[in-house]
Each structure stands twice: as structure tokens, then as C-alpha cells.
């Protein structure tokens, strides 16, 4: 098993950027990919971006694609988030995840483990 903790989130206005990290314990951390969702109120958690177990890979949503940047430190068992032009739309709580499937996944049924959530909100 892995325990995923988010931090970052906070209160940014429209434009601005934000940093969320996720620490991940227990099992080795580059044995996961890992991804980034996304729940804003009265709406169905949704996928951001994902990267493989070594980083390689990545792939994002089209609605993040070019503002957003996942990246891992594996020596540091950490996963970020860099969010940069943040838009009122992006307002949500977002959640780290780790799963097996290789190199990565793009649905929540993909995914095993997940952390509690940090929540970003934008204001305009």
C-alpha cells in the first residue's frame, strides 16, 4: 500500500499560480504511476494529468493542457502540480493518486490509492 498526503491548495486570484505537492509512504513510490483529479461542487471528480512511473510519460486533460505541468521526485517520494494562468474554472479540490496501470491512467477506475485532497480556489 501507499498513503498519499496533498498539500499546496489555497486561495489565488485569476492569472496567478500555484505549487501542490503530494508526499507519498509505505511502498515504493516509483512502483506507481501516478495522476492528478479534480472535484469541483456538484460535479463528478475529473481527471487532470497523469505521469508515469519514471516520469517519462505524461498526458493531461485538454482543459489544463499548456497551463498545468505534472512532474515527480522519486528520490523524495513527492508528485507536483504546477499551475500556472489559474482560471476561476479551475476552483476544486484536488486529489493525488497512485495506481499499477502502466504507463498510466486516465479514469478514476484506474486508480487504487488517493489522498484526502487540497483545496485551490480561483478567485476573478
Known amino acids: 500500500q501507499v498513503q498519499l498526503g496533498e498539500s499546496g491548495g489555497g486561495l489565488v486570484q485569476a492569472g496567478g499560480s500555484l505549487r501542490l505537492s503530494c508526499a507519498a509512504s509505505?511502498?515504493?513510490?516509483?512502483?506507481?504511476?501516478m495522476g492528478w483529479f479534480r472535484q469541483a461542487p456538484g460535479k463528478e471528480r475529473e481527471f487532470v494529468a497523469s505521469?508515469?512511473?519514471?516520469?517519462?510519460?505524461?498526458t493531461y486533460a485538454d482543459s489544463v493542457k499548456g497551463r498545468f505541468t505534472i512532474s515527480r521526485d522519486n528520490a523524495k517520494n513527492t508528485l507536483y502540480l504546477q499551475m500556472n494562468s489559474l482560471k476561476p474554472e479551475d476552483t476544486a479540490a484536488y486529489y493525488c493518486?497512485?495506481?499499477?496501470?502502466?504507463?498510466?491512467?486516465?479514469?478514476?477506475?484506474?486508480?487504487?490509492?488517493w489522498g484526502q485532497g487540497t483545496q485551490v480556489t480561483v478567485s476573478s
Open positions: 509505505g511502498r515504493t513510490f516509483s512502483s506507481y504511476a
Open positions: 493518486a497512485a495506481t499499477t496501470y502502466a504507463p498510466y491512467g486516465t479514469r478514476l477506475s484506474q486508480y487504487d490509492y
Open positions: 505521469i508515469s512511473r519514471i516520469g517519462a510519460s505524461t
